[in-house]
């Protein structure tokens, strides 16, 4: 079982709006309305992709039971912690004329000491019967930037293997905790290591800055891959995966995509190779739809043949 885990869930909104120009009023052609938050996201794209996952976290007021009943709908096992304030709804607006996107994301609910015990609590309960946590996504209000460190030192004592992808200090702090997997995008990877990336050198040379920092693997999803340090046979390698770029009918959740579909990979056991392999193929089938965590298993398949797996020299990083 691979569980997901969004302490600061949504509602997202979706919406394509050509020719979208602020302080103009606008109509959609096209839209959609889902629960969210990035391991919200990342669940669905699992569960399309046939593997066993449940999703868990907070939710609350009527914008949390509509969550609730939405991944409920989606046929997506949950078990999220009910709290006293309301979720939080995002709306993001696409313009398909250019290819721009603008998301509104609201802050959320605070969530109490009390309510984050339960929810730590009903975690490890989970965690029970579970192979891999994948817990993504901003903190609401009121929860320490440590708590992802916390929940990994924790889950790594019951032998679950953890996979983190968030940013800024709840990064910065799950890092030393020593998680398994870390998959930043560019922005927030240069943010944890404290300074910009000018080439593919620099990529290659960051992930391996991460794996100092603590993280046991650390992949790096960029608009046309992944550079990643992982291990194979016990030993740290690098890999740069590649596809060529897509005309995007939307770019919302390629990173959750990624990562749904490297977990999927890797919870069936394939190499590493084409764990990343098949991650990007889902990053990039899913610019094909409005949407967050929304891919075709059939496309994806078809995809694999165009992604470009480069095994780089072997990694001089300790262990």
């Known amino acids: 079982m691979i569980i997901t885990v969004t302490l600061n869930a949504a509602i997202d909104k979706s919406l394509s709006v050509p020719n979208f120009r602020l302080g103009r009023r606008h109509r959609t052609v096209e839209q959609r309305t889902a629960a969210g938050g990035k391991g919200v996201n990342i669940a669905r794209a699992l569960k399309t992709l046939g593997q066993?996952?449940?999703?868990?976290?907070?939710?609350?007021?009527?914008?949390?039971?509509?969550?609730?009943?939405?991944?409920?709908?989606?046929?997506?096992?949950?078990?999220?912690?009910?709290?006293?304030?309301?979720?939080r709804t995002?709306?993001?607006?696409?313009?398909?004329?250019?290819?721009?996107q603008t998301e509104i994301n609201e802050r959320g609910p605070a969530v109490s000491p009390k309510e984050l015990e339960l929810f730590r609590d009903k975690l490890l309960y989970l965690a029970r019967g579970?192979?891999?946590?994948?817990?993504?996504?901003?903190?609401?209000?009121?929860?320490?930037?440590?708590?992802?460190?916390?929940?990994?030192r924790e889950l790594r004592k019951?032998?679950?293997?953890?996979?983190?992808d968030t940013d800024g200090e709840p990064l910065r702090h799950a890092v030393r905790a020593e998680p398994d997997v870390i998959s930043p995008n560019v922005i927030e990877a240069e943010e944890l290591v404290?300074?910009?990336?000018?080439?593919?050198?620099?990529?290659?040379?960051?992930?391996?800055?991460?794996?100092?920092?603590?993280?046991?693997?650390?992949?790096?999803?960029?608009?046309?891959?992944?550079?990643?340090?992982?291990?194979?046979?016990?030993?740290?390698?690098?890999?740069?995966?590649?596809i060529a770029p897509r005309e995007a009918v939307?770019?919302?959740?390629?990173?959750?995509?990624?990562?749904?579909?490297?977990?999927?990979?890797?919870?069936g056991g394939r190499s590493t190779a084409d764990c990343l392999a098949y991650g990007v193929a889902c990053g990039a089938e899913s610019t094909q739809h409005l949407g967050a965590g929304l891919v075709d298993p059939?496309?994806?398949?078809?995809?694999?043949?165009?992604?470009d797996v480069q095994a780089l020299s072997a990694s001089a990083v300790g262990d």
Do not use: K
């Open 90 to 100: 995002n709306t993001a607006v696409y313009d398909p004329t250019n290819g721009q």
């Open 52 to 87: 066993p996952v449940i999703a868990t976290g907070f939710a609350g007021g009527p914008t949390g039971t509509r969550i609730v009943d939405q991944l409920t709908e989606e046929s997506i096992l949950n078990d999220f912690v009910r709290i006293r304030e309301e979720s």
């Open 298 to 307: 059939r496309e994806v398949d078809r995809l694999l043949s165009e992604v």
């Open 194 to 242: 404290g300074h910009e990336f000018n080439d593919d050198e620099d990529h290659v040379i960051a992930v391996g800055e991460m794996i100092e920092q603590g993280a046991r693997e650390a992949i790096m999803t960029l608009a046309d891959g992944c550079v990643a340090c992982v291990r194979v046979d016990g030993q740290l390698q690098r890999f740069r995966v590649l």
């Open 130 to 152: 579970a192979d891999m946590v994948v817990m993504a996504g901003s903190l609401p209000r009121g929860v320490d930037a440590d708590v992802y460190a916390g929940l990994v």
């Open 250 to 267: 939307a770019g919302v959740g390629a990173g959750d995509a990624f990562l749904a579909g490297y977990v999927a990979s890797r919870y």
């Open 158 to 164: 019951a032998g679950v293997l953890t996979i983190i």
